[in-house]
């Protein structure tokens, strides 16, 4: 896919700006062997880039558990609980290599930037880590009711920025934002292992491999 002149960049958060996908996948496992099942990487895949009680759903289906809506509350609960534990110490120094070269690069080029996630706790984090100067819009969970693949969190970004979805590149790192990304239009950027993101248009290890001249390149 080439794309047309790049407006704005969107950026997923956890796993693309700071390495918070980790701590997800270990609140989320240490839920499952309380359950007294495992969940191994390649499942947690599935849970990346949706929210919360999605996750547990398919959490509770991975372990063949039921539980009713009260219950499952307690546990997304407390899931959250112990997420929030392992974020609390986050600071500027957990931003993932290449992040604030490529936003000044961004700004210098007057390509906006925004961030589309699915947490909750999107927020606290940005606020910890001490990027929010650098952002044209934040859409996080609080602000969406369709969860990635659905591109709503991309769509709302975009219109918040004043730019069409065509103008627009997606960096995500989880399968369910890349296909937001393109049921919404948008150019779509992996951050990841290929092995996952083979859907994407684009795919880099880390941020630290993107850079202006790179993106500019995808203009027709
Ligand atoms: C996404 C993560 O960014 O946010 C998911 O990829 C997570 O793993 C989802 O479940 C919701 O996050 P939170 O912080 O609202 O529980
Ligand atoms: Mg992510």
Same mark, same amino acid.
């Given at each position: ?29 240490r839920l499952?062997?309380?359950?007294g ?25 991975i ?10 509350q ?29 936003f ?8 906006? !930037? +925004? %961030? /589309? $996630?699915?947490?909750?706790?999107? =927020? ?5 880590i *001490? ?14 009711s369709?969860?990635k ?9 975009a ?7 065509e ?11 890349i ?8 150019y779509? !950027? +992996? %951050? /990841? $292992?290929?092995?996952?993101?083979? =859907? ?5 290890? *880390? ?6 001249s ?6 027709k």
């Amino acid at each position: 896919m080439t794309m047309q002149k790049i407006k704005a960049c969107i950026f997923d958060l956890d796993g693309v700006i700071v390495d918070t996908a980790t701590f997800h996948y270990k609140a989320w496992k240490r839920l499952a062997n309380e359950m007294g099942f495992d969940l191994t990487p390649e499942q947690n895949e599935q849970l990346k880039g949706i929210s919360r009680m999605k996750s547990l759903d398919i959490l509770l289906d991975i372990g063949n558990i039921s539980k009713t809506d009260e219950e499952k509350q307690a546990l997304a609960d407390k899931k959250n609980n112990w997420y929030r534990e392992y974020i609390r110490e986050m600071k500027p120094d957990d931003i993932l290599p290449g992040t604030i070269r490529l936003f000044n690069e961004l700004k210098e080029a007057n390509i906006k !930037i +925004g %961030v /589309g $996630s699915a947490s909750k706790n999107a =927020k606290t984090i940005l606020h910890q880590i *001490g990027i929010e100067n650098y952002l044209d819009s934040v859409i996080d969970g609080n602000k969406v009711s369709k969860a990635k693949p659905d591109p709503q969190v991309f769509l709302k970004g975009a219109q918040e920025m004043n730019e069409k979805p065509e103008h627009c590149v997606v960096f995500e790192d989880a399968q369910s934002g890349i296909e937001a990304a393109q049921n919404g239009g948008m150019y779509s !950027i +992996g %951050v /990841g $292992s290929e092995k996952n993101l083979y =859907k994407a248009d684009m795919i880099i290890a *880390g941020l630290h491999e993107m850079n202006i001249s790179k993106l500019k390149h995808l203009e027709k």
